[in-house]
């Protein structure tokens, strides 16, 4: 309930500041239509030569661009944005206001900034999903709706891990910003299913860039082609990395030395 009561103000806090700039809703969402428009063309063209695309038939795959935009619109609401500002207040020293306030540290500057006007693409992504489903014809069992959620939280609980890790980096390094451009480049290979790759590539996107648990994972999901092994192998991966971030986290405040270093 701590969590959520803090969340919940900084949400308030990133209304309050974007309020006073209400264009720049206008601005994300014509930018969110446009890259929607541009992948769903794309899958036009893709599909207008064939009838399906590694075993994946083209409303799966629409499905698919919408788990992508999901996933992409909450990492870009609160992750990125948090994690970019807590490599700055590290190397200019203003980390210590956090590290001064009475709650845990990580949780505060996990949750530090919120871009609310991202919030169109997780609509859009939620509308693509929802159409998806509809022209696939399917209903969604509470077996398969279950097997979603789980992912769902799983490949967010792997990519936060995996950012709050990189973002940690700050620590010891002077800047690491362009690490976190290598995360946003590869994430864009989400908008197709991760087994069309080479080998080499798959393995990239799995388990040194999580996508595949971010985006394929999920929409396999919503495709019923989700086994309850790899759901388990995601769930593992989530808490295996969780442990390590939080370690990795731990291990970096003994070595910063503040503002007055």
């Not at 159409?131 to 990519?159: H, Y």
């Not at 080499?200 to 999920?218: E, G």
Request: proline share 3%; with cysteine.
């Amino acid at each position: 309930m701590r969590f959520l009561r803090l969340l919940t103000t900084f949400v308030r806090v990133g209304v309050l500041g974007e309020l006073a700039y209400r264009a720049n809703f206008f601005f994300q969402l014509l930018e969110s239509l446009i890259e929607l428009g541009t992948a769903l063309a794309g899958l036009a063209i893709v599909f207008s030569y064939t009838a399906s695309l590694g075993g994946w038939r083209p409303d799966e795959v629409v499905a698919l661009v919408g788990v992508y935009f999901l996933a992409g619109g909450c990492i870009r609401l609160l992750i990125q944005p948090s994690m970019q500002q807590l490599i700055e207040s590290v190397r200019d020293g203003t980390l210590d206001f956090i590290l001064t306030k009475p709650e845990d540290a990580q949780v505060l500057a996990s949750i530090q900034r919120v871009e609310i006007w991202k919030l169109a693409d997780v609509a859009l992504g939620l509308a693509v999903i929802g159409v998806a489903l509809v022209r696939m014809g399917s209903r969604i069992d509470a077996v398969r709706a279950l097997q979603f959620a789980a992912a769902l939280v799983a490949g967010g609980v792997i990519v936060y891990s995996f950012w709050l890790i990189l973002a940690t980096l700050a620590f010891w390094f002077v800047r690491v910003e362009n690490i976190l451009v290598i995360f946003q480049s590869m994430y864009d290979a989400g908008r197709w299913p991760v087994g069309l790759y080479p080998g080499w590539l798959r393995f990239a996107l799995t388990f040194l860039v999580p996508v595949t648990f971010a985006v394929t994972v999920p929409a396999e999901a919503l495709a019923g082609r989700l086994g309850w092994l790899t759901l388990l192998g995601a769930g593992g991966l989530a808490v295996g990395l969780f442990v390590a971030s939080r370690l990795l986290w731990r291990a970096g405040l003994r070595h910063y030395s503040g503002a007055s270093a």
